[in-house]
């Protein structure tokens, strides 16, 4: 099975072509070959899981000649490593829960609808296997409209304003990701780089006002998708007008985009200017932790509330990424799965109550928890996990990142973006109460039905999740890892180079990262046999500015 | 056995799993009871295994480590999920399973018939399995699953009558007050293991490994920063100043859970924690000073508002922080084995009282209720004279008091003179040691009057029940008084376990037990230890009378002002207006707090979203759109919404420009 992860990628494509001849108003039929669509997706995604070996190197790769125009050389190369991975298991587990949450809500142009959904997910796979940056692009853009057209279609009443402004945004930012991608690869060419290949471009030496321009113009795009301070506006509208199963994949893996394309391309690519920008960056994260929490309070409709913790959630994600340090990267890539369970989560449950009542607003609510005991318990399971209570997937995530930041440089920062965990009990809580707590007192609840089996059933996976990687995160971790320390010693050798060896003398194409002895456990054993990086450094360890020392 | 000690969690564990899962379908309430009692029971007997096993062993041999599986590695940074044997926890889980058996004993008569009785039984378990996780942990990860599952469980069960507005709110305060601890504690974790990462390259959050570094960590400096983050965590777990006002709130809970989780357990989480790192406290001087005056205010802060409550439960809860504060006291004085002694004898008396009160409620309730009264049946002025219906409660109750008040011979007695003692001449505070002495024995003399104002009030005169209802009276079923008979003996004797020295009667086998524990803090706080003269026996001993003398005052003006001039109160709350009515409303920190805090973040919230998302940021984006869209009339027709056009015009879109690349 050398090419089961193009099969993965477009089974969902497949899966389009099947429901081309399904007449549009079979519903049923089409919603169940959706989802049976889905699972085969998921299962044979499984097989790459199984497969995976737990080291630093790109597996299940396949490059093969596609687009050749004038001087640009496009090639179909993929392959995935322990960072795109889990990302890649998370949008293949998370698209049948997707799509079985849509039986009952939507029910008009259901075909389109399905189609939409499939498109998403070859989109998103896409993008997260792509080893080819145009490639990516062209995944990127893909992704972009039919989402477009879920908001756009079948959202709520505001839909058509979301839809635009969700548009621009991520237009915005897609240009300018093209713009740099154009301008990289011409840069590339003279250093005699032939194609878009990203693993190429890794050993690129870039000088600082190249890598910063650069830099700007992917973190810029991509901190739209995270979305971070002070560009995260699009998302609360976004998220309020969308469809359910819209708003899932949209907190699920569409924002993951932005922040493993942090950790896939802007941080390798341009690592002295990443690290350059990480105060910046980390500043960011941070006011969106807090003020993300402070805004989240004061929502009064659900749903809103859940979209704007996203907002504080990726922040999190984001201090961690810029620890630049194992346990901090791991804690963000953790995070970003947890995030797209419990937020995954937040959505469906915020959607059963509008299927049933048809409004988000909290005050129509209030002692649920007496007619609805079922969900009652899954609500305030997935509360807690995303409130990071210890034993849920939340704190596994959230503490690492936190300890991460605080080993780095980030240190005062960290100290701010702890105090989010008392915010996120205060808004998550409360809003528990005013939900499920109290009388049950307004007549049109006292009626409300708990939960279906249907309903259960796409509850349970997520609840054991949460549990599973909470209680037991080492599979999770054992398999990410060694791709994370890869990236990390990149970031750093990068640093120890621009420092100790002048750019110019810096051959094309040094003895990059790729080198690295596959499978190696940590960064401790970095320094050996490894001649960029023997500098004087303390006998631990981060072989860099060391973090610790630069207060 | 000690191999066992996974098991201790574990059964509880089962247990919330069956009731929580299967508690709705099984019904029956003896089941349900029976299963969650049996397994904290089960827990208890693998707990006494341990203890007699530990008994049997030379002290250097008492350290025992369980690996169960590995939780989170990732770089540098190892936690397993492991737990710790050593003395000090094996005091813990005694106590937890012990004293937790009997409340849930206890709570199978007294939760009877109330809706979700499999729910209870669930969350008590679980709350069970978390403090025995936090007691066990072997390193400061699983004490922090412990840390924030008990707050959980609590949560969960204040709100246990959740239609209650009221019990909606004291169930989310108590749950932020202690996340705002959780806050400190995880910088004070972060502050600890970095410094010993990166200045020793020791990557740990292992006790052991700490204890084994911790000669290398300086005093004072970073160990005061990381020690007081700590301490910030321990204030919101065992309500002390300035996070205390969730505690008396909790009170919103069935009274069990007061008692297990509001009185003997949960709460004292702090202390245990700060008797865990005993050895990293110590290192900073400053934060001992902090801990002991936080200690001592807080036992005497709380204390005054205790004498003016109304609600037999609140006095209570009060009446606890208060106590919890004497446990501080202790604790920054350097007199940890005394802290801990306190916390056990506490966990008895406390437990009785609550247990007692749940009882006389239970009472107050049913007659109440058969006479079709709304009276509150917590509010003591509708008490009085129960000692004649209820005379188990009663005599369990009376010496659970006459403990907290410390009268010799009972076990709050040993444990409280030990800490005034020691407040007194301890070698780290200098001058400061009489002023904590001082609000030490303050706070001793307030404790002997609001407790003995409640029997008062409650078991003595005549009774002002609703006079229909007065008949309804009756004494609990056994499986309530047997839990407070066997309380109130522990309460009565338990402190001979560790008798003080100057009396020399019996030796101070608490003190002896926990000595390997302390053992090293000791030796670290001799390094700056200020010895001054001497204190003579004969100082002892006249401090110990001034302390008894001093509750025997207590008593005295309680039992003026509720047995023998009933008038008095009423006179005095006359005379002094404004000071009744501070005090009466907790000296009103909780309005302050309101207008300090909460009332500025949701204000600041409320700005944030409508003010600067709202205004700003989307004013420049729509800006921006409307300019875009005035060119938009120009290219409408190219809206045709068919996805097909739309994916068309963006491949063009790509050909044009990279043609304008090529070919330029």
Known sequence: ?551 | MFDNVWLIPLFPLIGFLINGLFGKKIKNEAIIGGIGTLMIFLSFLVSCGILMQMIGLPPEQRVFEKVVFPWIHSGHFKADMAFLVDPLSVVMIMVVTGVGSLIHLYSIGYMHGEEGFYRFFAYLNLFCMSMLLLVLGSNMLVMFIGWEGVGLCSYLLIGYYFHKKSAGDAAKKAFVMNRIGDFGFLIGLFTLYWWLGSNHNIWTVNFMEIKAASHLLPYGGVVTVATLCFFLGATGKSAQIPLFTWLPDAMEGPTPVSALIHAATMVTAGVYMIGRMSFVFIKSPDTMMVIAVVGAATALFAATIGTAQNDIKRVLAYSTVSQLGYMFLAMGVGAFSAGIFHLMTHAFFKACLFLGSGSVIHSMHHALHKVHSHDDAQDMRNMGGLRKAMPITFITFLVSTIAISGIPGFSGFFSKDEILWQSFSNPYHGNLNIVLWGFGAAAACLTAFYMFRLVFMTFFGECRINPGAKSYLHESPLVITIPLMVLGTLAAFGGYLGMPKLMGLLPNYFEHWLDPVFELSTEYGSTYAQHGDHLSHGLEWGLMGLSVLIAIIGIGIAFTMYVQNTKLPGKFVATFPALHRAVYNKWYVDELYDYLFVNPCKAFGQFLWKGFDVLIVDGVVNGVANTVMGFSGIFRYLQSGYIYNYAFSMALGVVVMLGYFIFK
């Open chain 1, 1 to 551: 099975m050398s090419n089961v992860l193009s099969l993965t990628t477009f089974l969902p494509i497949l899966g389009v072509l099947l429901l081309l001849f399904i007449p549009k108003d079979s519903k049923g039929v089409l919603r169940n070959v959706t989802l049976g669509v889905t699972i085969v997706t998921f299962l044979v995604s499984l097989i790459i899981l199984t497969g995976f070996q737990s080291n630093a190197e790109f597996q299940f790769t396949e490059n093969v000649p596609w687009i050749a125009a004038g001087p640009f050389i496009m090639r179909y190369n993929i392959g995935i490593d322990g960072i795109s991975l889990w990302l890649v298991i998370l949008t293949t587990f998370i698209m049948p829960i997707a799509v079985l949450s849509t039986y009952t809500a939507v029910d008009e142009k259901v075909k389109e609808y399905m189609i939409c959904l499939l498109l998403l997910e070859t989109g998103m796979l896409g993008a997260f296997i792509s080893l080819d940056l145009f490639l990516f692009y062209i995944f990127w853009e893909v992704m972009l409209i039919p989402m477009y057209f879920m908001i756009g279609i079948w959202g709520g009443k505001n839909k058509l304003y979301a839809a635009v402004k969700f548009f621009i945004y991520t237009m915005v930012g897609s240009l300018l990701m093209l713009v740099a991608l154009i301008f990289l690869y011409f840069k590339g060419m003279e250093a005699g780089i032939t194609d878009f290949g990203l693993l190429n471009f890794f050993s690129l030496k870039l000088d600082m006002a190249t890598q910063i321009w650069l830099f700007l113009a992917f973190a810029f795009a991509f901190a739209i998708k995270v979305p971070m301070f002070p560009l995260h506006t699009w998302l609360p509208d976004a998220h309020t007008e969308a469809p359910t199963a819209g708003s899932v994949i949209l907190a699920a893996v569409l924002l993951k985009m932005g922040t493993y394309g942090y950790v896939r391309f802007a941080i390798p690519l341009f690592p002295d200017a990443a690290q350059k920008f990480a105060p910046l960056i980390a500043t960011l994260a941070v006011i969106g932790i807090i003020y993300a929490a402070l805004v989240a309070m004061v929502q009064e409709d659900v749903k809103k509330l859940v979209a704007y913790s996203s907002v504080a959630h990726l922040g999190f994600v984001m201090l961690g990424i810029f620890a630049f340090n194992t346990e901090g990267i791991t804690g963000g890539m953790l995070q970003m799965i947890n995030h797209g369970i419990s937020t995954g989560a937040l959505f469906l449950i915020v959607g059963f109550i509008y299927e049933r009542r048809h409004t988000r607003l909290i005050t129509d609510f209030g002692g649920l928890s007496k007619q609805m005991p079922v969900f009652a318990t899954i609500f305030m399971i997935v509360t807690f996990s995303s409130v990071g209570l210890p034993g849920t997937n939340g704190f596994v995530g959230e503490f690492l990142i936190l300890l991460g930041a605080f080993e780095s440089q980030l240190r005062w920062w960290t100290i701010v973006a702890t105090s989010g965990v008392i915010l996120s009990a205060v808004y998550m809580l409360w809003v528990f109460q005013r939900v499920m707590f109290g009388e049950l007192d307004n007549p049109k609840n006292q009626k409300l039905s708990d939960l279906n089996v249907r309903e259960v059933a796409i509850m349970v996976p997520l609840v054991v999740l949460i549990f599973f990687i909470g209680l037991y995160p080492k599979p999770f971790i054992d398999k990410m890892e060694p791709a994370i320390n890869k990236l990390v010693a990149q970031v750093h050798v990068s640093s120890v180079n621009a420092q100790a060896i002048p750019d110019a003398e810096m051959p094309a194409g040094h003895p990059g990262m790729e080198q690295m002895p596959a499978g190696h456990p940590g960064m401790e054993q970095l320094p050996a046999g490894h001649p960029a990086v023997e500098v004087p450094s303390s006998p631990h360890a981060e072989p860099v500015v060391n973090p610790h020392e630069a207060k």
